[in-house]
């Protein structure tokens, strides 16, 4: 019916528009910083997003595992709990979590699914010990 060439052709089509289809239905939501999330944190109440941010020193609290996160104006308590953590989880550095934003009892917290840290930089200073 068909040529060999036509029905190759046909099925490439198929599949382009297929996949194209799932990237237009499922496409992420950006990435947000700890401020933007928090202009208006009630538009993003019990919905999944993603909020990137840096740790503030010494808030990691590991028996309750949580965190606070901040950007230039706001901070944000950060729950880890259930959260798959990559290693590197420390003071000062940049982290990119996923979860659902909760308002409970008058505060904002975060429940992260999946924490991700940044790399630390092969030119920070080494801490040697005396």
């Not at 019916?1 to 490439?12: A, F, H, K």
């Not at 528009?17 to 944190?41: K, N, Q, S, W």
């Not at 550095?93 to 940044?118: N, P």
Request: net charge negative.
């Amino acid at each position: 019916m068909y040529s060999r060439r036509t029905r190759i052709l046909l099925i490439g089509a198929v599949v382009s528009l297929g996949l194209l289809g799932v990237f237009l239905i499922e496409a992420p939501e950006p990435t947000r910083t700890v401020d933007e999330l928090m202009d208006a944190p009630s538009s993003y109440l019990e919905r999944e997003i993603a909020v990137r941010g840096e740790i503030v020193d010494g808030s990691i609290d590991e028996n309750q595992s949580v965190f606070y996160l901040h950007g230039s104006t706001h901070t944000l308590l950060i729950d880890y709990i259930d959260a798959s953590v990559s290693n590197g989880l420390g003071d000062n550095r940049t982290v990119y979590a996923q979860g659902v934003l909760y308002y409970i009892d008058g505060d904002y917290i975060f429940e992260a699914q999946v924490i991700k840290t940044s790399c630390p930089s092969k030119y920070e200073e080494e801490v040697l010990a005396e």
